[in-house]
Structure formats: C-alpha cells, structure tokens
C-alpha cells in the first residue's frame, strides 16, 4: 500500500495493529500541524518505491489512545513496524536518510 495522504476516519484499535502482518509505517499527527505538514514530502519520497510497505496516517491528540499506547508526544512521530512489533521511530524527521534508515530493518 503506497503513501496515504490523509488520515482514517477511524483508527485502528492497539490490538488490531499488533496483529498487523508485513511492514508498516504508523504515522501520528494532525492535518493542521506545520511540522506534520513540512514531512510529507520526505514521507511520500520515502514510501513511493515501497508498495509493499503499509502506511498507516492516525490523526492524533489528547485521549487517543493509540497514540497513547505509543507514548507518542510530538507531531509528526512515525512507528516503523514489522508483524506489529516496533522496529525503528523517527520524530519530527528532517530528512530522506532518517527515513530510509528506519526503513531498512522492516524489509528483513
């Protein structure tokens, strides 16, 4: 699944994501945040030669709770996930190289 550039009506549950199979990007944010709105770029260029990699965009924000399962505390924080176990975040990136580097462990 390539780049999703907006985020679910509804997010998944905390236990729906942890039986996820194959590689996922678990994206937190808002629509209205400049940060989150400055990484698309980097995220879009990171997942376009990636099909095979789920991304996931959950808005996010106070009593939400899989944001909170995540200890998510800034905007945008990215979740690189293998079978629904975390294997690399990036914070606020800044760059194509962060991304790609959190990248590589999820195509073992």
Known sequence: MPYAATHLQTPPERAEVD???GATVLEFGTPW???CQR???LIEQ???DRPQVQHIKVEDGPGRPLGRSYRVK???TLVFLRDGQE???VVRPQT???LQDALA???G
Do not use: I, N, Y
Request: hydrophobic share 50%; glycine share 4%.
């Open 39 to 41: 990484a698309q770029v």
């Open 96 to 98: 194509a190289q962060e």
């Open 33 to 35: 945040c400049g940060h």
């Open 74 to 76: 800034l905007w945008p």
């Open 19 to 21: 039986q996820l199979t």
């Open 87 to 89: 294997m690399a975040r």
């Open 46 to 48: 990171a997942l376009q």
């Open 105 to 107: 462990p999820l195509a």
